[in-house]
């Protein structure tokens, strides 16, 4: 199964997405200093047939608020493009920008927050506002059966989307979680890795080789 860098979102939110005050002035600010810059809500990333959907914290500011696609441009996709090409969920080659020669393959990338936030931290307000897009993305993958978590926020993010309490799946790097199943009775499960930050790697919380382990389980929750 194949997809190619299809970017976009059907039931995300729209380029001028008013729903958070703080987020849309912060937005605007960046779009005066900017103007070359995306500076809008970032859109997914990958087919609507992708069996793995990967869900991060929320834009960077220089990384995906600037390139337009999730992960891309930052320190976080450093890790996780190549990672991805290693373990088969992508080809090509990964370049810091949005028009690059990297495909995804079998693999979504979205965000529990759309848009960039002031100090890379969203509110639970904003968290719980955008949640509702998150609904939409895991509705509209009929055959996805992995979520990947990047660190607590976008784990708790995909809970609540689910329709779960956080007390029902604790956030543990490596765990996998069962989830509600497809209405057609394929299990789905959520898997949670730390996030790929520069803060995480660079303090040695998150290794190279502990990253590729969270994948191989991935593919084996899909291939089994």
Same mark, same amino acid.
């Given at each position: ?19 958070? /005050? %703080? ?10 200093? #900017? ?33 337009? %696609? ?7 996709? #450093? ?15 990964? #370049? ?69 309490? /956080? ?45 590729? /382990? ?11």
């Amino acid at each position: 199964m194949t997809t190619g860098d299809i970017t976009g979102d059907s039931g995300g939110p729209p380029a001028d997405c008013g729903l958070c /005050a %703080r987020l849309r002035s912060f937005r605007q600010h960046w779009r005066s200093a #900017e103007p070359r810059w995306h500076n809008a809500p970032v859109p997914s990333f990958g087919g609507g047939d992708a069996r793995l959907l990967i869900v991060g914290l929320a834009p960077g500011l220089r990384g995906a608020n600037r390139t337009g %696609r999730p992960f891309t441009g930052d320190g976080a996709g #450093e890790l996780l493009f190549p990672t991805l090409i290693a373990a088969g969920f992508a080809s090509g080659s990964y #370049e810091r920008r949005a028009h690059d020669r990297l495909t995804l393959r079998d693999c979504r990338i979205s965000n529990a927050v759309r848009c960039v936030p002031p100090a890379n931290r969203p509110t639970p307000e904003e968290i719980h506002t955008c949640n509702r897009f998150l609904v939409a993305e895991l509705a509209a993958l009929p055959q996805l059966r992995v979520v990947l978590a990047l660190g607590t926020v976008a784990h708790r993010a995909v809970l609540t989307a689910c329709g779960l309490k /956080a007390a029902a799946a604790p956030f543990v790097h490596g765990t996998r979680h069962a989830l509600p199943a497809r209405l057609d009775g394929g299990a789905r499960f959520l898997v949670d890795s730390y996030h790929c930050s520069r803060l995480n790697t660079n303090t040695g919380r998150l290794s190279a080789e502990m990253f590729r /382990a969270v994948f191989a389980d991935i593919r084996s929750l899909i291939e089994g």
